[in-house]
């Protein structure tokens, strides 16, 4: 493994495939920003001390991960003594309006692809910034879920080991965020359809 022998190129090309998508997960751990990005930085740190102890039993991607959610989840309990009561925000509504379906439970207007056509598969930079804001505004649960499925692409399996919830659990959390992204993003898209 080019990683074990120290090759700096073979680490940096692995910090730049995953560490957007760390700090996304982390900071569903963390309350600020500076907070996921030490903890990133504590991962890579982690990650470096530990290739010599790391077993191949998982992927090398998840195993980054888990050290990352093991990390973020410690710091996170060491800094929810000075959460304030205030931020804990308002429980959830509906996932999707119950008006979009019909009585047969079929969408009225199903929600527009967004590769239905070459031009759509370009997904200009400004409609991945909306998407992008639109995944930074969900609860964190969602967002940790959505981030390594939808954006790292780990495996159902693997989001279930990393963030230590069940599969059924996944399966609806997943639901439920990709529902607010695609609400999110509905005006975006009818304007441009």
Known sequence: MRLRAGDEAAFEA????HDAALHRVARTFVPTQA??????QETWLAVIRGLDRFEGR?????????????????????EAR???????????GPTVDPAAFGSDGTWRSAPPRLDCDPESNLLTMEL?????????????HMRAV???????????????????????????ILHRAR???R????????VSA
């Open 14 to 17: 692995l910090v730049s495939q």
């Open 35 to 40: 907070l996921a990005d030490d903890v990133v």
């Open 58 to 78: 998982s992927s090398l991607r998840t195993w980054i991960f888990t050290i990352l959610a093991n990390r973020a989840r410690t710091r996170a309990v060491r």
């Open 82 to 92: 000075n959460l304030p009561f205030s931020s804990l925000g308002e429980p959830e």
């Open 128 to 140: 991945r910034a909306h998407i992008l804001d639109a995944v930074d505004e969900l609860p964190d």
């Open 146 to 172: 959505i981030t390594l499925r939808d954006i790292a692409g780990l495996s159902p399996e693997e989001v279930c080991d990393i963030l230590e919830i069940s599969d059924g659990n996944q399966r609806v």
């Open 179 to 181: 529902a607010k992204v």
């Open 183 to 190: 609400t999110a993003l509905r005006p975006i898209v009818e």
